[in-house]
């Protein structure tokens, strides 16, 4: 077989392939979107392009790129369910050395649509760009915004140990029981999850790709067995391998042919028994 005629095999597969658990396809995510059910997604959590110039994006002007992602916002809150939550996990715009912090530009488009900010969550990682002019940034924020105020919230599963699990109370009419949860301890809005670099063992051609684990965090606090989660800009796919780890409904889209047979065969893989995770309970290593 020619090596026109594998890449249109590919092509055809990365396109078509699906099952009961897993959608992904290489599509415009505002075409794919467009043929979802409204109200039928319990979790939207996505990364979008953060308009500085990576390959698979094409830089534009700050209002040109907002006014962009206002389109995809709108139809995601279409499709968001009454009892759902949107996460948007952002970095920063930058142009000519000064930053835009995108979450505090995109706020008011969410706002506008009448979602409801639960938490501005700070993922900290301690790899990445070495600045020369400033200082390196080490953290990007996940916007979490629900529809209404009943929404799914589901805190045991995504509980951390507690720094001090066997302190007690000292006094009073639980003098000498312990003062702690003992599933652990609420993990706060800072999540410290390394980023995946060169050396992370879910590395994949992808220059800004999720660690599973973040997303981990969010779908099992925030959806229930069975429910659908969606990422308008799947990239190489681990919102939908986290999705179906644990039970959920996987949906996605990508424009690059590239990264969506890489979700294809990362999710294979993860059936397989053979995709190498970083758990979510690993501690962080630190070296001597």
Known sequence: MSSAAKNEEHISISRLENDRQAVMA?????????????????????????NIGKKYERRSKLETYVQQQAQVIAECVRLLHPNGSLCWQVGNHVDKGEVFPLDMVLYHVFRDHGLKLRNRIIWHFDHGLHCTKRLSGRHETVLWFTKSDEYTFNLDPIRVP?????????????????????????????????????????????PCQFPIELIERLILSLTNEGDRVLDPYLGVGTAVIAAVKHGRLGLGCDVSEEYIQIAWERLHAFRAGTLRMRPMDRPIYEPR
């Open 26 to 50: 290489c599509e415009d995510n505002l075409e794919f979107m467009r043929r979802q059910k409204s109200d039928s997604i319990k979790l939207i959590v996505t990364s979008p392009p953060y």
């Open 162 to 206: 507690q720094k001090y699990p066997k302190k007690k109370h000292y006094k009073g009419p639980k003098a000498g029981q312990l003062s702690s949860n003992p599933l652990g301890k609420n993990p706060g809005d800072v999540w410290v999850i390394p980023n995946v670099k060169h050396n992370h063992v879910e590395k994949t051609p992808h």
